[in-house]
Structure formats: structure tokens, C-alpha cells
């Protein structure tokens, strides 16, 4: 069972940065995506940011060119640098990380860490 530890979240003022991590318990051999989805109170999950198979990255309109995402296949390592936070960036962030095994897709999904932006 592979299990996604994401660390990096916190609590920072407007305009402040934060870059969150995601490792994986093993190495993951054949990654074909990976990404961040967020959570805020009351509000539905949202797709934050993904490298898709083919190494092209997407993100949430309201993160664009504050958000990076970058990943690191040697080490199944993906991380998601965030700038000029906002207090509406305030929500748990989780982690995915998608393997393939043959025909097949499996997504991994860490525990979530919180992001809080407070002034």
C-alpha cells in the first residue's frame, strides 16, 4: 500500500509563500500524473494544480502565476510552490500521485495538509 506524506503547510500572512511537499512510503516506478487538489470549509474540491502523463502541467484559474507545480519522478516527489497567497487560498491540500500498471491507473492520495492565510 503506498502511502503520500505531504508536509510544508502552515499558517502566513497575505502575500506570504509557502511550498508544500508530497513523498511517497515507496518508490513509485511508472508515475503517469500527479497533482494538488484543496478543500476549503463548506466549499467542494477543486483540482489546484497536475502534471499530466505527457509532462504538461494545468492549473486553477485563480492560481495561475502564483502557483507552481513541479515533480521529481527519480524520487516520486511532487511539490506545489505558492506565492502572493490570499486568504481565499485558505483550504486542506492533498496530494496525488497516479501509477500505471499496465492497462491500469492507480491514484495514490496523501492526508492532506492545511494551508491557512491570515493576516
Known amino acids: 500500500q503506498v502511502q503520500l506524506a505531504e508536509s510544508g503547510g502552515g499558517t502566513v500572512q497575505p502575500g506570504g509563500s509557502l511550498t508544500l511537499s508530497c513523498v511517497p512510503s515507496?518508490?513509485?516506478?511508472?508515475?503517469?500524473?500527479m497533482g494538488w487538489y484543496r478543500q476549503a470549509p463548506g466549499k467542494q474540491r477543486e483540482l489546484v494544480a497536475e502534471?499530466?502523463?505527457?509532462?504538461?502541467?494545468n492549473y486553477a484559474d485563480s492560481v495561475k502565476g502564483r502557483f507552481t507545480i513541479s515533480g521529481d519522478n527519480a524520487r516520486s516527489t511532487v511539490f506545489l510552490q505558492m506565492i502572493s497567497l490570499e486568504p481565499e487560498d485558505t483550504a486542506i491540500y492533498s496530494c496525488?500521485?497516479?501509477?500505471?500498471?499496465?492497462?491500469?491507473?492507480?491514484?495514490?492520495w496523501g492526508q492532506g495538509t492545511q494551508v491557512t492565510v491570515s493576516s
Open positions: 502534471i499530466r502523463g505527457d509532462g504538461a502541467t
Open positions: 515507496v518508490h513509485i516506478d511508472n508515475i503517469h500524473g
Open positions: 496525488y500521485i497516479d501509477e500505471r500498471k499496465g492497462d491500469m491507473v492507480f491514484r495514490y
